[in-house]
């Protein structure tokens, strides 16, 4: 997962937002306890939390906590069973990125995979299911990347199968939905993430399928390919409003609605990724 999920904070209320950073703080108390690794979370991983919480029966409350980066203030932090789940599949995604990574020869990426190692290992043996898939997705990828495919279909379809296999264990009563939902926002991260590194991918001489298919970008090809991501997030949107959730649902809607489509247009047109103002200033 590569930290593009994120609301558009602009227009969310203020208890929102507040609960969007209890959850991002309590998903961080997560990956502590079990794993010693916060510095992996992401964006990604809340708006998993987030999803998996509110399809639970149990309500979590904030709990006032402090942190090594806050040792003085005491922060909101939810943490439900939910949590678990969630850093169990960010500790994944995050030694899968660090491979690919290294596939692509950037610096440090194999010490990063060398410093997840120990984790994954663990997180591994609670998801044997999204590890299976993983191999078979990660093995099909790199095949298509020696190809130098041209394939947007092809090469989305790989993270696109993966995620909905992660979304999946979320819920068993509603995995069908969940796979739809998991399968759109994979294909969506893994094509919006290519338009991102398009131009640095063509510098380095990394796999790049935007860059198989059209060459250098032009204005006319990021509009086309933003037309297409659009309709991606809407196949997400659809998938979202058949779920039976319990709470979290104006959040989640806020994030797929507004915030993964104004991220799109951010990276396609402005050339940015969008954050998240986790930060608690009020």
């Not at 593009?4 to 997560?30: F, H």
Request: glycine share 6%; with cysteine; hydrophobic share 40%.
């Amino acid at each position: 997962m590569f930290g593009y999920i994120v609301p558009l904070t602009g227009e969310l209320k203020v208890r929102e937002l507040n609960v969007y950073r209890a959850y991002y703080c309590g998903l961080c108390k997560a990956l502590k306890s079990e794993y010693r690794k916060t510095a992996v979370l992401n964006f990604d991983s809340v708006f998993l939390y987030l999803l998996a919480d509110g399809l639970r029966g149990e309500a979590g409350e904030p709990q006032m906590e402090k942190c090594a980066l806050h040792p003085v203030k005491r922060r909101p932090a939810i943490v439900t069973p939910a949590a678990g789940y969630a850093a169990d599949i960010n500790i994944l995604m995050a030694y899968y990125s660090a491979e690919d990574h290294e596939r692509d020869g950037r610096r440090g990426m194999r010490f990063a995979r060398m410093f997840l190692k120990k984790a994954y290992a663990k997180a591994k043996e609670r998801h044997q299911n999204v590890v299976r898939t993983a191999d078979e997705t990660i093995a099909e990828l790199v095949k298509l990347e020696q190809e130098h495919s041209p394939n947007t279909d092809a090469a989305a379809d790989s993270y696109a199968r993966l995620l909905g296999t992660v979304m999946t264990d979320a819920d068993v009563l509603q995995s069908h939905i969940l796979y739809d939902l998991g399968y759109s926002l994979g294909r969506w991260i893994y094509l919006i993430d290519a338009a991102e590194d398009w131009e640095e991918d063509v510098k380095r001489d990394n796999y790049n399928v935007y860059a198989c298919k059209y060459g250098r970008p032009d204005d006319a090809v990021r509009v086309q390919i933003e037309q297409s991501l659009y309709y991606t997030l809407a196949q997400a949107a659809e998938a979202l409003s058949r779920l039976e959730l319990k709470r979290n649902r104006e959040l989640l809607e806020n994030i797929i609605y507004l915030g993964c489509r104004e991220q799109t247009h951010a990276v396609l047109t402005d050339g940015r990724r969008l954050t998240a103002p986790v930060e608690n200033k009020i």
